[in-house]
T-cell receptor, first 111, second 112 residues
Framework: DSGVTQTPKHLITATGQRVTLRCSPR?????VYWYQQSLDQGLQFLIH???????AKGNILERFSAQQFPDLHSELNLSSLELGDSALYFC??????????FGPGTRLTVL | DQQVKQNSPSLSVQEGRISILNCDYT??????FLWYKKYPAEGPTFLIS???IKDKNEDGRFTVFLNKSAKHLSLHIVPSQPGDSAVYFC???????????WGAGTKLIIKP
């Protein structure tokens, strides 16, 4: 158990809908990262927050957004969902910017 | 531009033998390297890391070697066990940009 929690574990929705994925980092970790993994492909970095502020953006679509709250939990919002957005979404956390510890992921299925 | 490359999509090794997973990088600014292990439908698990001031780091059955001149690192697992069957990701970062850059992964299969 990495100490990073993600909810929900599974999410099934329809095209055009909007969903919110939630992540609680390990106790004391200030950094939260979001990744997407599609169909056994590699990990695609989406976005990094540090202590509430956006630090880096990767391959994140404009339809996607994230935020980190004062209690350090983070949410990833995915809107106008398309079939191709079906993937595993992972959250990771770290103390500052060192080794990242991953949550179990949220499996999103868009029908 | 793939800055971190794992050129072997898969590797099959006999149980008890040594598994060697390779990773190459192109960015000479990278100074911290990590290996993660991932089972299907689970989050990656941190295995071992190495900073650029070292050329070797060991943790139990896992050893990472770094060859800075060749921009190459490898993960050695010895002896290999059935539970080691997983996808292994190499990742790198630099002090100027803490974003981890990931390789595509190598699927390791340990044969009984």
């Amino acid at each position: 158990d990495s100490g990073v929690t993600q909810t929900p574990k599974h999410l099934i929705t329809a095209t055009g809908q909007r969903v919110t994925l939630r992540c609680s980092p390990r106790s004391g970790d200030l950094s939260v990262y979001w990744y997407q993994q599609s169909l056994d492909q590699g990990l695609q970095f989406l976005i990094h927050y540090y202590n509430g502020e956006e630090r880096a953006k990767g391959n994140i679509l404009e339809r996607f957004s994230a935020q980190q709250f004062p209690d350090l939990h983070s949410e990833l919002n995915l809107s106008s969902l398309e079939l191709g957005d079906s993937a595993l979404y992972f959250c990771a956390s770290s103390k500052q910017t060192d080794t990242q510890y991953f949550g179990p992921g949220t499996r999103l299925t868009v029908l | 531009d793939q800055q971190v490359k794992q050129n072997s999509p898969s590797l099959s090794v006999q149980e008890g033998r040594i598994s060697i997973l390779n990773c190459d990088y192109t960015n000479s600014m990278f100074d911290y390297f990590l290996w993660y292990k991932k089972y299907p439908a689970e989050g990656p698990t941190f295995l071992i890391s190495i900073s650029s001031i070292k050329d070797k780091n060991e943790d139990g059955r896992f050893t990472v070697f770094l060859n800075k001149s060749a921009k190459h690192l490898s993960l050695h697992i010895v002896p290999s066990q059935p539970g080691d069957s997983a996808v292994y990701f190499c990742a790198a970062s630099s002090i100027s940009n803490y974003q981890l850059i990931w390789g595509a992964g190598t699927k390791l299969i340990i044969k009984p």
